[in-house]
């Protein structure tokens, strides 16, 4: 019992002296995050997180600099996790996706209807020699894509939850939801593994595929 | 369509002199008519284009506690644990309430604001980007301004807390909220310092806002949230566009009666008008037919008649409705649409905006109805002999 007691206390006792707070990931990215980005653009804009080997590091420059000094606590701990988890790893993750807004006259190539009317369903496949092409659902890209597969730079959709652009290579994608695109039954992408898990479960989706799992066969099966 | 027949044109418009008392008193009912009916879809469409503008800015979803039926503070750690459902992208605890100036007798808009948060309303964006606030400062509406420099206080303001004790702020910047009339009583501060003001504790709140990227899944998220807390009153904007759907219901149907009684004055002079015409006005076909003119030529001069009269009272109407609903404010019939603490018309614009729609709506109800009911009679009695007319 007591060399438990003394293992539990171990792990007490490490975890306090890694200053680093624990929020869970979806805390971070849509409340800590945001916040931390405006307070480093209005505020501290002057740091260099790089300058930093550690979070504690960062933190004591944070409560030693002028703009940032007078700031609430909650508001440099905000801007010290922003810092250190997203501007840092910038060089490593930020990707800039080209945009999905379509114009008045643009149509999907494979059922015809205007692209303007379904904004949230927008996805591109755009080629190397420029040439871009817009569908109003991953149904009717894979369509297309099976049969124009040469020469493609990039294919992008819109993540359901978010909204955000993505690549459709890196998303998840729910099959036989309730959840109907403009041409009906729909693979709807999710930036990851746990938002497409949830949609499965919220809306009765029968199966989580990636892009390269994606046959035929199986969008054919989706205009059954 | 043949073109037009300018001497028949001037017969039509003397034939209309010559009747004066007669037409002047048809023109004063059909644009009495038409100025009514127009005025009340006025007031609709300008009132429900406003509404929809309102609810725009609105946070997606907003969550109030309820303790014994009413609004009760809600508490900070319940927003982390929201944030954790997939397709809310944002959020925040909001501080926020009204104050009642006693001295004065008018209620301000309190909302509290962290210039680090998200923000939903484009004029809160924009005053926060401008000003740079302290927890001792705020931002008062010009209106509220004039309302504070009323009662001798020009820098600051004193506040009274719950418990009786003052809470002094001050007045940073008044800002112009331009055509958001709904916002012409608002200040805005610090979180902090409003709940000082209004007695909340450090991590409490009056509800929490949060916004869903996706609108599809509006509906679903919120009944999650209901379920998750089943005392809160959770409120999303399409509920909102609902109520105030149903609301309009509501006045529509009071509307209605008002419509159908006018409509159905307006049919029994048209019954009137069409059962008969008088003996002077017979006479007068007859000895038309007898100088030579055949039935064409009769019904013609009578369509361009009924035409020009009901253009001229249509257009008439029309105007006095645009002018007493844009530039008057709707006095009287606008208090129709006044509810308690729902709608108050005072609180309105009543900018123009005109569903072309109704208009036509009100053309197709008068003009051809008018037109066909002088047309009727006078071909009634344009076919028969002269002699049988005028003996």
Known sequence: MSLFKLFFLFFVFVSTLFAYPNYSDSLKSKKIYPMGKKIFQKKCADINVNNYKSYDALVDAIKNTKGCRKLKSSYQEALALYLWDVQREAKVVEKKYPSLAVSHKEKCPICGMFLYKYPRWVSMIEYKEGKKVYFDGMKDLFKYYFKHKKDIKGIYTRAYYTQETIDAKDAYYVIGSDVYGPMGHELIGFKDKKGAKQFLFDHRGKTVVRFDDVTAAMVHKLDE | ?391
């Open chain 2, 1 to 391: 369509m043949n073109k037009i027949n300018f001497y028949l044109l001037e017969y039509a418009y003397s034939y209309i002199v010559r009747h004066k008392n007669k037409n002047i008193f048809i023109v004063t009912v059909f644009t009495l008519l038409v100025a009514l009916l127009s005025t009340l879809f006025f007031i609709t469409s300008s009132l429900q284009y406003e509404l929809k503008e309102r609810i725009s800015n609105q946070s997606d979803i907003v969550i109030q506690n309820y303790k014994a039926g009413m609004p009760a503070a809600i508490d900070t750690a319940l927003l982390d644990k929201l944030l954790e459902i997939e397709g809310i992208t944002a959020g925040k605890l909001e501080v926020k309430g009204k104050y009642y100036f006693s001295q004065k007798k008018s209620t301000f808009y309190l909302l509290g604001v962290d210039a680090f948060e998200m923000q939903d309303d484009p004029l809160i964006v924009k005053l926060l980007d401008q000003y740079d606030l302290s927890d001792s400062e705020m931002l008062v509406s010009k209106n509220v301004k004039d309302v504070m420099n009323q009662a001798y206080y020009k820098e600051y303001f004193n506040f009274i807390k719950p418990d009786g004790s003052l809470q002094k702020v001050t007045i940073k910047a008044a800002f112009d909220v331009g055509n958001r009339v709904e916002l012409k009583n608002l200040i805005i501060m610090s979180k902090d310092t409003l709940r000082k003001i209004f007695g909340y504790s450090a991590n409490k709140g009056s509800d929490i806002a949060l916004s869903v990227a996706n609108k599809n899944e509006l509906d679903f998220i919120s009944s999650k949230i209901r379920l998750l807390l089943p005392n809160a009153k959770v409120t999303s904007k399409d509920d909102l566009l609902l109520e105030y759907d149903r609301l309009f219901d509501y006045d529509s149907g009071v509307f209605l009666s008002l419509f159908v009684i006018a409509l159905f004055t307006f049919f029994i002079i048209i019954y009137d008008k069409a059962n008969g015409l008088s003996s002077e006005e017979k006479r007068e076909i007859g000895i038309l037919k007898a100088i030579g003119w055949c039935v064409e030529d009769v019904l013609h001069a009578k369509f361009y008649e009924a035409s020009l009269l009901s253009f001229f009272a249509f257009t008439l109407g029309i105007a006095i409705a645009f002018v007493y609903v844009f530039v008057f404010k709707a006095p009287l019939l606008g208090a129709i649409f006044t509810h308690e603490n729902m709608l108050d018309i005072q609180n309105f614009q009543l900018n123009v905006h005109i569903e072309l729609s109704y208009i036509l709506l009100i053309f197709l109800l008068s003009v051809p109805v008018y037109i066909a009911a002088t047309l009727i009679p006078s071909w009634r009695v344009a076919t028969l002999d002269a002699d049988e007319v005028m003996r």
